[in-house]
């Protein structure tokens, strides 16, 4: 089991940024892709960003493809993603998941996620 926690959320203006952060509790042999989604309220939990586990070939949705952009350090344990020219519209709760026999495309397409973390939350005002 591994266990993740996100950090760096909380409120921000239109047109400013936000790194968030998802730690694994625990450091292990075993590497993961992690990715991160959101929901916000009202709406469908949402795919937003997918790396792999040695890096390559990243993966994001259309609506934050440009503005975000996940990144990664295993020597940390750490995933993040970075968020610029936020809009009101990416208001939501972000969550960071990890896959441990999946890969990142597949967590782009909504497969393999094996663990949560509980969500930090990002408000973009107007």
């Known amino acids: 089991q591994v266990q993740l926690g996100e950090s760096g959320g909380g409120l921000v203006q239109a047109g400013g940024s936000l790194r968030l952060s998802c730690a694994a509790s625990e450091r292990t042999r075993r590497s993961y892709a992690m990715g991160w989604f959101r929901q916000a309220p009202g709406k469908e939990r949402e795919f937003v960003a997918s790396?792999?586990?040695?890096?390559?070939?990243?993966y994001y949705s259309d609506s934050v493809k440009g503005r975000f952009t996940i990144s990664r350090d295993n020597a940390k344990n750490t995933v993040y993603l970075q968020m610029n020219g936020l809009k009101p519209e990416d208001t939501a709760v972000y969550y960071c998941?990890?896959?441990?026999?999946?890969?990142?495309?597949?967590?782009?397409?909504?497969?393999?996620?094996?663990?949560w973390g509980k969500g930090t939350l990002v408000t973009v005002s107007s």
């Open positions: 790396i792999p586990r040695n890096g390559g070939v990243t």
């Open positions: 998941a990890a896959s441990q026999w999946g890969s990142a495309q597949a967590m782009a397409e909504n497969r393999g996620m094996d663990y």
